[in-house]
């Protein structure tokens, strides 16, 4: 017990100690980086599907969009904003929204698939508009070169390069896009939410968006080859890591090398 | 004087004591005493030291193998099979055996130098930068020699010396000037242009289609290169530095065109430069329901409804638009070139503005 | 003589083959004498003398790797398809040097670890200098006869963020890309010469076809001779100066203490070498740096969202973001006689930059100034002695900082949750507040830390030790220091201030009159150091009981 008592004292203690904090930071990030399938679905609504709907509609978003969903000063109408609208905002949470802001945050899901389902059922019904996308699309097999190519003129200058996210104006911001399945990011691209631009399929075709998500999924799945990513967010993580692990690590054994022994 | 208490809190700011020169200091103990170490006085620490180095440079030695492992068992390269995991993993064990191999032998030594080798602190005397004995001599010889040349008896020599020295390098500085052509008004002058009277597609960056005005839905934002830039072999990325546009569509509604450019859009269908005038960043994000275009280099925010005026940020131009119509096929076009030069602003801009208008 | 007295003494004959080799050597270029005057050469022990030997470190790890990409790196900006073995840019156009970056990266064994050290290492360097002249300025190690030394040192970190930029672009992947049209734009602005700047540095408009090339051979020759030429003259400097040294007892202008070269030092600095060596390789290990597989090949039409610098060029970067283009309808881009003067970005580009190196340069020559000190200085100042430095210091590195923090305002903003907006205007107003803050924060700071010494020397520790006197008060007892423990907390110098005095015609200048008023601003609140006279009057007050505190100072040392 002494002894240990002894070691922990030990000048080679504080730098054994942030060596391991060191590989298990490293260790972590690798292990973060999980996989996430894509979901396929259907865009073969029953008659009930949009019944349901509607139900559920008047319930839980009338207040805002109005009845029959023509909109209100609380929120635009969802005429025509199609089933692929209603699956990404319902989706991922961001609708029924919480309260007013710069943008509408993703949050725990609220309704389950199949109220979901129904709901976009209801809202496709009131007008033509974007459907959920075919299965066929997200199967994450398309051409990742092109699509990183398409990636980086399109969405990269928001989503940063490696998808890592970015600031907007005033309090808004693109966000991050591991961790979202192929299906949401297509429907994002057809339907432009919040601020996002709409990326419709004359501007970017359904082969290219494929390509897109095969391209995310990629890099996504494979993680950096240099180790941790340190969040993909390019050179100010790089300067901050090097200034507090790098050099702490370094003051550290230097600390230890001028210390006299005991 | 004296007062134990001059600088308590009690007293701010200026703490008054006695003159330095008068008030005795506290004289230097010297040296603290010597304390010995463990290893000094016990055999067995001494012995332990000694192992505990072996052993850390026994760990550099397994680090060396570490990395040789790493390297020989695992491929890269065409053919190999080789994923981004396996990368992954070579390069955490190339440098991992590196870090073992450098940590073990650094550590070793150190740990040597301060448990086993002796730690007598030691007083050495400074000696002075500078003797006054020396700057004399050098002083002497300085003259010495300034006089034996004559170059002071000569001013002839000295004269015509200081002049070639003077001339001599100008031809350095006359072949840096091929470093480059002249600036001449390739800055005023985009791939936009029509060429032969005709008017230039708007396409598809990357891969170069043309765009139909029934393509553009509100709220799209579409990248864009001019038709034939794909095609270029020569200075492809200056011309396409120069010439890429963002379009957009938003309710004709919300645009306040200014006398004179009512047409340069159409059905609030717009084209903008989509290099920022502040350094020449893209550009390119678009809020499609605030109509902003933001620079992520540095911020600069535009105002989409107000002909792109600065709203935020370092830029202080509105960015460049590019008059835009539709051609016989419904395709866009772009009916002129830019009616300023694109991107940052430098010295002889405002000469290239007026030379594009006039 | 001396001829004759050389042929009769016995020429000594080694006795091992390996001495006879030595002795060959020695006999022919004089190592004797280099070792004797070397050998147990003493150098001062501290942790934080330590960073210089990293920059020295880091410097020679980066020639080592670099040297290994050189072999493989093509600086070429021709056109190419890839084919390599990386998927996601498999047949995407891009210059010869981005395609080989990627090689290197991919196809090579242990190209990306060599990539990886090459980067860690720069950002190591350049870090390791600036931490180092900052433990220079705050001990005032720059003072007599090492003003010279401190500008060779500042020269240095230049050069260092000159070889980090040209290399930071030479992948030509996007985000350097970006960065280098950045410096295109700021090249731009500079009234008068700056388009043909622009043309010749590109050889015509940007990006061109020759800038990474032209840029490589600055990175691979040009700059690394400099840094090794201005390295060379550093550590002569060092060596005739020899080291500065922590006060302490046994310490003064007049020795060096520490431990000799051979063998304790030299072991500990080389054995640092391997140890700077091992972190580089660990942080290369296990953290990606630069991926620029992420950013793509240069192209002018797409940007990555968070495109910034390296961190030493950021502080520029941040300037400029901070810079309003328009005030109100005040428009900072202007024409005068038909000319652009593009002041929103030439200002932000060049005034804090030239300040901040302006002021680091001169501080040595106008402390010299102020002070009237022409003494040689081998003891360092404790940084809390010299509380106007300290302040004047830590408002420079403030100002730095907030410059520093703009350049990463959007991912501020959004790791925080905050309008990237509200993040610039905040930091606009720190940029001017910030520093005057921390100037009279650190001086308080200081001079209470000097009177904390100043008591401590007086009165002992506390102890934490409360004892109730038989009168019933209860006093904290006070431990007293021994001599050489209280040394260190007196043998310091503490300058008054410096009253204008008439040249040789009884006038006072005016600029002696400014010289006056910043000597009176340096050493108006000063804390002096305590004397054995108050140490004796201390002693006495409380009679034989030195360790025991009357009530009233005990309310002015715990309040």
Redesign the interface.
Same mark, same amino acid.
């Given at each position: 017990m002494k002894a240990l008592s002894q070691k922990r004292r030990h000048p080679?203690a504080a730098i054994a100690l942030l060596?391991m904090g060191?590989?298990v930071t490293?260790g972590l990030y690798?292990v973060a980086t999980t996989m996430n399938q894509a979901k396929a679905s259907t865009t073969n609504f029953t008659e009930q599907d949009t019944e349901e709907g509607g139900k559920l509609f008047a319930a839980n978003c009338a207040t805002c969009h109005g009845m029959g969903a023509g909109g209100t000063q609380d929120g635009p109408s969802l005429v025509g904003v199609g089933a692929a609208s209603v699956d990404f905002q319902v989706g991922t949470g961001r609708m029924p929204m919480q309260m007013n802001g710069?943008q509408a945050q993703e949050k725990p899901v609220q309704f389950n698939e199949e109220q979901t389902r129904q709901l976009a059922a209801y809202v496709a019904s009131l007008g033509p508009g974007p459907s959920i996308p075919e299965a066929g699309l997200l199967d994450e097999k398309g051409n990742?070169?092109e699509g990183?190519?398409?990636f980086?003129?399109?969405c990269?200058?928001?989503?940063?390069?490696?998808a890592?996210?970015?600031?907007?104006?005033?309090?808004?911001?693109?966000p991050p896009l591991a961790g979202v399945s192929g299906q949401h990011i297509y429907e994002a691209m057809a339907t432009?939410p919040?601020?996002?631009?709409?990326?419709?399929d004359?501007?970017i075709s359904p082969e290219g968006k494929r390509d897109i998500i095969t391209?995310l999924k990629?890099?996504e799945n494979?993680?950096?080859?240099?180790?941790?990513?340190?969040g993909?967010?390019?050179?100010?993580?790089?300067?901050?890591?090097?200034?507090i692990?790098?050099?702490g690590?370094?003051?550290a054994?230097?600390?230890?090398?001028?210390?006299?022994?005991? | 004087m004296g007062n134990h208490s001059d600088g308590s809190p009690n007293h701010s700011g200026t703490v008054a004591t006695a003159g330095q020169n008068e008030v005795e200091k506290f004289q230097d103990p010297g040296l603290p005493p010597h304390?010995l170490?463990?290893?000094d006085t016990d055999p067995r620490a001494a012995k332990r030291a000694e192992r505990q180095v072996a052993l850390l440079f026994g760990l550099s030695v397994v680090g060396t193998f570490i990395f040789l492992v790493a390297y020989f068992v695992i491929d890269l390269g065409e053919g190999s099979g080789a994923?981004?995991?396996d990368?992954?993993l070579q390069?955490?064990l190339l440098?991992l055996g590196t870090a073992f191999a450098m940590l073990g032998i650094g550590?070793g030594i150190?740990h040597w130098a301060?448990?086993l080798m002796p730690?007598h602190e030691v007083s050495e005397e400074r000696h002075a930068v500078r003797y006054e004995e020396d700057r004399q001599a050098a002083v002497r010889i300085v003259d010495d020699i300034v006089e034996e040349t004559g170059i002071k008896r000569r001013p002839l020599i000295r004269n015509t010396l200081l002049g070639a020295v003077a001339l001599a390098p100008l031809p350095a500085i006359a072949i840096f000037g091929d470093l480059g052509p002249r600036p001449d008004k390739a800055l005023a002058h985009t791939m936009w242009a029509p060429e032969d009277g005709k008017l230039k597609r708007l396409t598809?960056?990357?891969d170069g289609t043309p765009?139909?005005a029934?393509?553009?839905? &509100?709220?799209?934002?579409?990248?864009v290169i001019p038709e034939g830039l794909n095609e270029l072999h020569e200075g492809k990325l200056n011309e396409k530095a120069k010439a890429v546009v963002l379009l957009?569509r938003l309710d004709p509604e919300s645009l306040n065109p200014s006398p004179g450019r009512e047409d340069w859009g159409y059905n609030g269908i717009v084209a903008y430069s989509k290099i920022c005038t502040h350094v020449g960043c893209?550009v390119?994000?678009?809020?499609?329901?605030?109509h902003?275009l933001?620079c992520?280099c540095h911020q600069s925010?535009f105002d989409l409804t107000k002909e792109c005026k600065v709203i935020?940020g370092p830029a202080s131009r509105p960015l460049p638009q590019l008059p835009i119509a539709v051609d016989d096929e419904g395709y866009l076009v772009a009916t002129s070139d830019f009616n300023e030069p694109v991107g940052p602003s430098y010295w002889e801009r405002d000469e290239h503005e007026r030379s594009i208008n006039s | 003589m001396s001829a004759a007295s050389t042929a009769e003494a016995p020429a000594y004959v080694a006795k091992t083959k390996a001495g006879r080799i030595t002795d060959f050597v020695d006999e022919r270029v004089g190592g004797s004498g280099i070792l004797r005057e070397f050998g147990r050469k003493v150098f001062p022990?501290?942790?934080?003398?330590?960073?210089g030997e990293?920059a020295l470190y880091s410097f020679v790890i980066l020639l080592l790797s670099g040297t290994f990409l050189t072999f493989f790196f093509d600086p070429s900006m021709a056109e190419t398809h890839?084919d390599g073995s990386f998927?996601?840019?498999?047949?995407?156009e891009m210059s010869v040097a981005y395609s080989s970056s990627l090689d290197i990266?991919?196809d090579v064994r242990g190209g990306?670890f060599m990539r990886?050290v090459h980067?860690?290492a720069a950002?190591?360097f350049v870090?390791?200098i600036a931490?180092h002249m900052l433990r220079v300025f705050f001990t005032g190690a720059f003072r007599k006869p090492r003003e010279l030394n401190w500008v060779v040192g500042g020269v240095l970190l230049i050069l260092a963020m000159a070889a980090g930029f040209t290399g930071y672009s030479l992948p030509d992947d996007?985000?350097s890309g970006n960065g280098l049209r950045i410096i295109d734009g700021v090249i731009k602005s500079i009234p008068v010469i700056g388009t043909y700047i622009s043309f010749f540095l590109f050889g015509g408009e940007f990006p061109g076809t020759v800038i990474i090339g032209r840029l490589y051979m600055l990175h691979i020759l040009l700059v690394p001779a400099l840094i090794l030429l201005m390295i060379v003259l550093h550590l002569f400097m060092v060596v005739v100066h020899k080291h500065t040294q922590y006060p302490g007892p046994g310490r003064n202008d007049g020795n060096v203490v520490g431990y000799p070269l051979g063998p304790v030092y030299a072991a500990?600095a080389g054995?640092?070498f391997f140890?700077?060596f091992g972190? &580089?390789a660990?942080?290369?290990?296990?953290?990606?740096?630069?991926?620029i597989?992420?950013?793509?090949p240069y192209?002018p039409?797409?940007?990555?969202?968070?495109?910034?610098?390296?961190?030493y060029i950021?502080f520029v970067d941040g300037a400029l973001r901070l810079m309003p283009g328009v005030i109100g309808d005040f428009h900072f881009e202007y024409v005068i006689f038909g000319y652009v003067l593009t002041l929103n970005v030439l200002l932000p580009a060049l005034v804090p930059a030239g300040i901040l190196f302006t002021v680091m340069f001169m501080y040595p020559w106008i402390e010299r100034w102020i002070t009237k000190d022409n003494r040689e200085h081998h003891v360092l100042d404790r940084p809390r002695n010299a509380p106007t430095r300290t302040a004047i210091g830590m408002a420079g590195f403030t100002w730095y900082c907030v410059m520093w923090a703009a350049?990463?305002?959007?991912?501020i903003?959004?790791h925080f949750?905050?309008?990237?907006?509200?993040v610039t205007y905040w930091l606009r107003a720190l940029f001017f507040i910030g520093p005057v803050l921390a100037f009279i924060v650190t001086k308080r700071v200081a001079l209470a830390l000097q009177r904390k010494d100043r008591e401590i020397a007086l009165h002992g520790r506390e102890t934490g030790r409360i004892v109730r006197l038989p009168h019933g008060e209860f006093i904290e007892v006070h431990a007293p220091l021994d001599e050489y423990k209280r040394y260190k907390l007196v043998g310091f110098e503490s300058p008054a201030p410096l009253p204008a005095v008439p040249n040789e015609h009884g006038i006072v200048t005016r600029k002696e009159k400014r010289r006056a008023a910043l000597s009176k601003l340096f050493f108006e609140d000063r804390v002096a150091p305590a004397t054995p006279a108050e140490l004796e009057a201390a002693h006495g007050h409380h009679g034989p009981h030195e360790a025991v505190e009357a009530a009233d100072e005990q309310r002015s040392l715990t309040h």
């Open positions: 080679l060596l060191l590989l490293g690798a710069p990742a070169a990183g190519e398409l980086r003129v399109n990269a200058m928001c989503h940063n390069a490696a890592a996210g970015g600031a907007l104006t005033r309090g808004k911001y693109a432009g919040q601020n996002m631009p709409v990326f419709n004359a501007n391209y990629q890099i494979n993680g950096s080859p240099g180790g941790a990513d340190l993909a967010l390019g050179p100010v993580a790089e300067g901050l890591f090097v200034w692990a790098g050099l690590v370094i003051i054994f230097t600390i230890w090398l001028t210390s006299r022994t005991s | 304390r170490r463990l290893a994923t981004i995991a990368i992954r390069n955490a440098g550590t150190v301060k448990a730690d598809r960056d990357p765009i139909k029934s393509d553009v839905t &509100i709220g799209s934002a579409f990248h957009m893209p390119a994000l678009y809020e499609q329901q605030t902003h933001l992520p925010t935020f | 022990d501290h942790w934080s003398f330590m960073f990293v890839y998927t996601g840019l498999q047949n995407v990266s991919f990306l990886q980067h860690w950002l190591l870090a390791s931490v996007l985000l500990k054995g640092f140890i700077v972190v &580089i660990l942080m290369a290990a296990f953290f990606t740096i630069n991926p597989w992420n950013y793509g192209d039409s797409p940007v990555s969202a968070g495109t910034q610098p390296d961190w950021g350049a990463g305002s959007d991912l903003a959004t949750n905050v309008s990237l907006n509200d």
